[in-house]
C-alpha cells in the first residue's frame, strides 16, 4: 500500500519539473516565434493606452504630440517651414534629367509622386530591406551618376519633396510571407530594443519607456510615428537631415559609434518602426527642435 | 609595556628598508613603460575594439582612448600610452559584454 504522503511528493515533483521545462520552453518559443502583426497591435496599444488623449494620427507629430508648449513652438514655426526650401530644391532636382535623358521619376512607380508610404519594402530579388534613400542613390547610379551622401543635403532635398507629394497617405509597408523579410523585420527589432553605446541605452529605452519626458531640454518623442515625418528639419542642425542622418546622431549621443549610412541593421530597424507606424499619415518633411 | 630588543629593533628597520626598496623597484618599473610595452598594449586593444566592430558595437569612448594612446605614443609619452591604451581595452571588452548580454536580453523589454 503506497503512503498518502509519496503521491503528494510525486504530485509536487511532477508539477515542479512540469514548471522548469514549461520556463526552459518559453523562451524558446518566443525566440522562435516572429508574429509582426501581434507586434503591431501590441505597439499600438501600449501608446493608445499610455497617451489616451492623444488622438492617433498626432503620434506622428512627435514631441509636439506630448508637449502643449513644444507643440505650440511647433505650429508658430510651421508657419514659415523652414523645410520649404529643401521641397523646392528637390523639386527641381527631380524634374532635371540626369545626363541620360532620364530622370529620377523614370526609377519609381508613380514617376516617384506620392509614393513615400511604399517604404521602405522588403525586395524578394535582392533579398533584403530597400529604403527611398538607398532606392534613390541605386537611380542615381544606374543611370551613370553619383551616388549623395546619405545624411543630408542633397539627399534630404530630394526625400523631402518625395514626402511631400505623398502627405496624408497612410504608411503601408508589407512583409512579405519570405523567412528573409522576417529575418530582417526581427533584425531591426532587436536593434531598437538592444542597449548600446557606454550609456548603455536602447531606441526603446527613450521612445518607448520615457515619450514625452524631458531628457536635458528635448521632449522624447514617442516610438509610435517615429520615422513618418522624415526627413526633418532640426533648429539643433540648423538644416535638414535623413532618416539616416536621425540614426547616425542617435547612435552618437550614447556614446556608440554609428554604423555606415544605410547599414544594413539600419535599413532593418527603419523597416520595422515604419511597420509599426503603418496607417498613420505620411506627414514629412517635417520641422523639430 | 616590555621594552624593544636591540634585535627586534633591527628587525623592524629592516621590513621598513625592504618595503622602501620594493616601492622604489615598483616605482621604477611603471615608470619605465617602454615601446615594446605600448605595442603590447595597443595590439591587446585593437584586438578587442576588433572584435567590438565585428559585432557592431563600438563605443566612440573606445575610440578616443585609443587616439589618445596613439597620440601619446607618437609623443614618445609611453607611460600615458600604455595607460590610456588598457584603458581602451578595458572599454572594448565592456562593449563586447554588453552586445553578448544584449543577444538575448533584448527581448525583456518588447512591448507584448
Known sequence: MKRPGSTVRTASLISVLAMLIAAAARPAIAAETIDPAADFRAFRDYFTKKFPD???NDFVNGPASMDAD??????????FPPYDFAVERGKQMFATPFANGKTYG??????????????PYFDQTGGEVVTLELALNRCREANGERPYSYVKDEMASLTAYMAFTSRGKPFDIKIPNDPRALAAYQKGE???????????????????????NH????????????????PIYRSEWNGM??????????????????????????RDVEYYLSYMGNGLPVAGPGARP | MRPMTMAASWRGRGLLVLAVLLFVAASAARA????????????????AESEAGALKNQWTTTEDALAAARKAAAAGDFETAVADARQAEALAKASIAQ??????????GVIR
Open chain 1, 54 to 56: 492623444v488622438p492617433l
Open chain 1, 70 to 79: 513644444l507643440r505650440r513652438q511647433w505650429q508658430s514655426i510651421d508657419d
Open chain 1, 106 to 119: 523614370d526609377c519609381f512607380a508613380d514617376k516617384g509622386i506620392g509614393i513615400r508610404q511604399n517604404y
Open chain 1, 190 to 212: 532587436q536593434y531598437f530594443y538592444a542597449r548600446r553605446g557606454q550609456l548603455n541605452f536602447s531606441c526603446a529605452g527613450c521612445h518607448v519607456q520615457n515619450p514625452g
Open chain 1, 215 to 230: 531628457i536635458r531640454t528635448e521632449v522624447l518623442a514617442p516610438a509610435l510615428g517615429l520615422l513618418a515625418a522624415m
Open chain 1, 241 to 266: 537631415g535623413t532618416i539616416s542622418r536621425r540614426f547616425v546622431t542617435c547612435n552618437s549621443q550614447v556614446r556608440g559609434v554609428p554604423l555606415a549610412p544605410q547599414d544594413e541593421l539600419y
Open chain 2, 32 to 47: 619605465a613603460s617602454s615601446e615594446a610595452d605600448f605595442k603590447a598594449a595597443m595590439a591587446a586593444a585593437d584586438a
Open chain 2, 99 to 108: 552586445a553578448k548580454d544584449q543577444e538575448t536580453a533584448w527581448r525583456a
